[in-house]
């Protein structure tokens, strides 16, 4: 019999089958070779099933049927995957052993263990635990396959971590949303991403700008001249500013001190997904889900960087070999000259830096692989180029500076001028414009009460010994400014960094390297809060529905600040990587889980129902005030355009002008509800919503819009006429069929 290797998506089997069986025989849904058959998952082939696979009762939406806690848990084929899972599953009697070859990680690892539940695999299995699909490390990862059992605990992880966000977003979602009569969604990690773009957006609305002056002045020493900024307390007094650049202009000062410092900025840390995700955001406005599928895409499909859903920034010592390898490679690419100009004595185990084993758990940071990049897309080059500029500049020295700070004296007030001179780029040739190379430092960021500083590349010098002469002052009106909205970007690090402001050390520190979410998940978190309704974009601007702020302060309201809080998930992250470990059980973690879930039913049962007008009206751009802050507009909360509204266009409401009466599209499918479907703005949704029908048909279906006629063809026969699709470069009819009565779900059934 043979081994079966089951990768975790096409393009990584085909891979691995080049390495392993490079005569195999290709079978489309399977390569198969003298020794090895290697098939794939297609992402998750199962998932946690709905609550009415429990208990029919649980189609209906009903608060009083809460909680809901399963004693043992239910998976269920994904329907638009169920063939693949069978081919699996026939390919799994002809095998002897199986390797698991799914992603090296927590999520990997769930994916494979609900496969061999749900079709009762019984062969030992062997792991593959690689870091990127190059060749070599595929050769090697096979010569070194591990024994399952190391990752038994790694498995309880991601089960409890599962089960944990079903009980919690299920419960908590159907409790807010019957409650309240408003489609709701709540869940571990999206509802305290939610709050944090929240508090944000309160603290920019209560800002009161604040008018205060600078006072500038131009000195001038034998041949240097030189600014600097009056050193005092924050001036309000336009009059008391004017008196004092009167007092000293033109009149001669010394210098009281003067110091100069060499100074050394390193090289950026390598990157991980998020940070990678931050910085295409910043330098092309990508978004973070698109950058995930760039980076993914140059790691499954072109294979020229490694595994990028990474939370390290460090490497191995076993790395070190091949980052030298991925130099010496790039000595052949357009990164030619600054290949060449590298220094490779600087990339080596001792340089904690770079190689810190001990900060590299499944993952090491993203590096470049061995494969020269073939023809890539603009968007892969830019992301691919972002990798490379930061890999190179690894082999780079420091930049050095020598800083300047001086203080001038004028008639008993004091003057401070800060000036950096360069005096080496280093590693900042890497960063490839001159405005990047400028702007690059630890990247602070800069507020109000920063001493400004002048960048120059010349020689700059003071006597401190010789008069100054003060040649000109002017007094500069300035406001003080709000906080900044977050991008993508910056809501990507706040996402990372959340557990900062935890009282709790140990708490904060796993937060550190945790956050809200995972770097694999947080551009699924930000997408499905856009999904929901619950924020919009406005430019790389993001800013809350009202929605999305009624949801926040029903939570908080309700008594359960821990769902809107980082600590629940500081608590829960801490937990899982102890159980992961084998440090903790997860039996306990799960009932702390069940306690807590009832604890949500019992405070939302005893929270008086929100006015439906706070759901509504339209989320309003900022817009800066005289006094120099911003403002939301205040739109008025938006009135109900019709009796009824559906769950299909409940997460995008108040955008636009929807008409004063809807007209009925049809007889509601859904058995004893006696509804009518309505259309809404993202899909045809029952006028029975308030009494708990949940059937909805959404209007864009594997990639076709669900027409009028599509619809009533759907209702009436259950399917709709003959469609043509595409599967790749492979085109095959189809009709789309209804295949839940209950809910509106759809299904593609091809044609013989």
Not at 127 to 145: N, V
Not at 324 to 333: D, F, G, I, P, V
Not at 496 to 511: D, F, I, P, T
Not at 710 to 724: D, Y
């Amino acid at each position: 019999m043979k081994t079966l290797v089951i990768a975790e998506k096409p393009d990584m089997g085909r891979t691995i089958a080049a390495v392993i069986e490079p005569r195999a025989k290709n079978n489309r849904s399977y390569l198969e070779g003298e020794q090895y058959i290697i098939t794939w998952a297609i992402g998750h082939l199962l998932g946690l099933a709905e609550p009415d696979a429990y208990d029919p009762k649980y189609k209906r939406w009903n608060f009083t049927d809460l909680p809901i806690l399963p004693d043992h848990f239910k998976i269920v084929p994904n329907p638009k995957t169920k063939d693949q899972l069978k081919i699996i599953g026939e390919l799994a009697k002809r095998a002897d052993r199986i390797v698991n070859a799914c992603d090296a990680g927590r999520e990997g690892q769930y994916i494979f263990a609900l496969i061999q539940q749900q079709l009762k695999l019984s062969q030992p299995v062997r792991r593959l635990w690689i870091s990127d699909l190059t060749a070599e490390s595929i050769a090697k990862g096979f010569a070194e396959l591990k024994d399952s059992s190391e990752f038994a605990n790694l498995t309880i992880a991601a089960r409890a971590r599962s089960e944990a966000d079903w009980l919690v977003g299920m419960n908590a979602s159907r409790a807010f949303t019957t409650k309240h009569k408003e489609l709701l969604s709540v869940g571990r990690v999206q509802t305290p991403v939610l709050a944090l773009i929240y508090d944000r957006q309160k603290e920019i609305e209560s800002f009161d700008s604040l008018t205060y002056y600078e006072i500038k002045a131009e000195f001038e020493q034998e041949e240097r001249s030189y600014s600097g900024s009056w050193q005092g307390d924050r001036l309000t007094d336009k009059e008391k500013a004017d008196h004092l650049a009167a007092k000293v202009r033109g009149k001669e000062g010394r210098i009281t001190e003067y110091e100069v410092k060499d100074t050394k900025e390193y090289p950026f840390k390598l990157y991980d997904l998020t940070l990678l995700q931050r910085e295409a955001n910043a330098k092309y406005g990508y978004s973070a889900k698109k950058t995930l599928d760039i980076a993914q895409a140059l790691y499954e499909k072109h294979k020229v960087i490694t595994y990028p859903r990474t939370s390290s920034n460090y490497v191995t010592e076993q790395n070190i070999e091949g980052m030298h390898k991925a130099l010496h490679m790039l000595k052949s690419t357009s990164y030619q000259e600054l290949a060449a100009g590298a220094n490779p004595n600087l990339v080596h185990k001792n340089n904690k830096s770079i190689c810190n084993p001990a900060r590299v758990e499944d993952h090491h940071a993203i590096l470049p692989t061995l494969k020269r990049a073939g023809t890539l897309s603009s968007e892969e080059q830019n992301v691919y180029d972002l990798v490379i500029r930061r890999f190179l500049s690894q082999f780079y020295p420091p930049a050095e500076y020598k800083q300047h700070t001086v203080l001038t004296e004028v008639e008993g007030e004091t003057f401070k001028t800060n000036v950096k001179q360069l005096i080496s780029l280093g590693w900042k040739v890497c960063q490839g414009t001159d405005e990047t190379r400028k702007s690059g430092g630890k990247g602070k960021k800069k507020d109000e009460d920063d001493e400004p500083e002048e960048l120059v590349s010349e020689p700059f010098s003071v006597d401190r010994n010789l008069h100054v002469l003060c040649k000109s002052s002017e007094v500069r009106e300035k406001a003080t400014q709000p906080p900044k909205a977050y991008t993508e970007g910056t809501l990507l690090k706040a996402m990372e960094s959340a557990g900062k402001q935890l009282e709790n050390e140990e708490l904060r520190e796993v937060m550190k390297d945790a956050g809200l979410g995972t770097p694999a998940t947080r551009a699924a978190t930000i997408e499905r809060l856009k999904k929901v309704g619950y924020i919009t974009m406005q430019g790389k601007r993001i800013t809350v529905t009202p929605k999305g702020r009624t949801a926040v302060e029903l939570i908080r309201h309700a008594g359960i600040e821990l769902l809107t809080s980082p600590e629940m998930t500081g608590q829960w992250e801490r937990r899982l990587h102890q159980i992961s470990k084998g440090e903790a059980a997860g039996e306990k973690f799960m009932e702390n889980v069940k306690k807590f879930t009832v604890s949500i039913i019992e405070k939302v049962r005893s929270q008086p129902k929100a006015s439906a007008s706070l759901f509504e009206g339209e989320a309003k751009p900022t817009s800066r005030s005289k006094a120099g802050g911003t403002r939301q507009s205040a739109g008025s909360a938006g009135t109900r355009t019709s009796k009824v509204k559906s769950p299909a266009d409940s997460s995008n409401r108040g955008t636009t002008s929807a008409p004063a009466e809807r007209v009925p599209m049809g007889v509601c499918p859904r058995s004893g509800c006696g509804g009518q479907l309505i259309e809404g703005k993202k899909g045809y949704g029952c006028t029975h919503f308030k009494q708990g029908c949940g059937f909805v048909i959404w209007k864009e279906y594997a990639g076709k819009k669900i027409s009028h006629n599509m619809l009533a063809s759907l209702i009436e026969k259950g399917q709709t006429q003959l469609l043509s699709f595409k599967d790749g470069e492979l085109e095959y009819k189809a009709r789309i069929v209804l295949m839940d009565k209950e809910k509106g779900q759809l299904q593609i059934q091809r044609s013989e």
